[in-house]
């Protein structure tokens, strides 16, 4: 059984930092796609950042340049440094996965429970 658990977030002031962990644990072949969502209250979740297995990435146009994605490939860990954070950030994070769990076997996605990350002074 596969299981993705995020850990790091918490409560923060306007402008500072933090950082999301998410390691993904279980019976897998390979991780193709490893990603941060966000869904904040009475909203839909949205993208927040990815990262390919090849190591290319993508962001919100509300995060470049703030948020960091980074991958531990060798220990199925997904990161995202989070810097200058606004109230608008507030939000439940959620990491997600799209992963194989044998060789050339359908890809699935997986999502953690979600973390909380609250922005406020």
């Known amino acids: 059984q596969v299981q993705l658990v995020e850990s790091g977030g918490g409560l923060v002031q306007p402008g500072g930092s933090l950082r999301l962990s998410c390691v993904a644990s279980?019976?897998?072949?390979?991780?193709?796609?490893m990603g941060w969502y966000r869904q904040a209250p009475g909203k839909q979740r949205e993208l927040v950042a990815r990262?390919?297995?090849?190591?290319?990435?993508n962001y919100a146009d509300s995060v470049k340049g703030r948020f960091t994605i980074s991958r531990d490939s060798a220990e199925n860990t997904v990161y995202l440094q989070m810097n200058n954070l606004k109230p608008e950030d507030t939000a439940v994070y959620y990491c997600?996965?799209?992963?194989?769990?044998?060789?050339?076997?359908?890809?699935?996605?997986?999502w953690g429970q979600g973390t909380q990350v609250t922005v406020s002074s």
């Open positions: 997600n996965a799209d992963l194989q769990l044998k060789r050339s076997g359908p890809t699935f996605r997986y």
């Open positions: 279980g019976s897998i072949f390979s991780i193709n796609v």
């Open positions: 990262i390919i297995s090849g190591g290319s990435t």
